[in-house]
Structure formats: C-alpha cells, structure tokens
C-alpha cells in the first residue's frame, strides 16, 4: 500500500487557503469601489433593515 503524500496535502491546502482569501480580497474591494461610485453620484445605499420575526415557540 502506498503511504500518503502529506506533503502535497498540505500543499493543497495552503493554496486553497490563499484562493480563498484573494477572493475575499478581491469582493471587498469591488463592494467598496462600488459603495464609492454611489457616494459619487449622491445615491445612497441605505437599506431597510431586515423584518425581525418573533421566535415564539
């Protein structure tokens, strides 16, 4: 039997890690560049909050 690869494992691991995080990166830039671009043409973005429910069992 073939003994694992931890190695690689782990490998994997960190570049889905720093995938991930890109990601993250890359959407808050875009929400800010967006949050900016309204601000800009005196739109706000202002939402209603969310209808709270009563949880009453």
Avoid: I
């Avoid at 959407?27 to 969310?50: F, H, M, R």
Wanted: glycine letters at 2%.
């Amino acid at each position: 039997m073939a003994k694992p690869n931890y190695a690689f494992a782990k490998h994997q691991r960190d570049l889905a890690k720093k995938k991930k995080k890109e990601e993250k990166k890359r959407l808050k830039e875009e929400a800010k560049l967006q949050q900016k671009l309204e601000n800009e043409n005196g739109e706000t973005s202002e939402q209603s909050p969310p209808e709270e429910e009563d949880l009453e069992s």
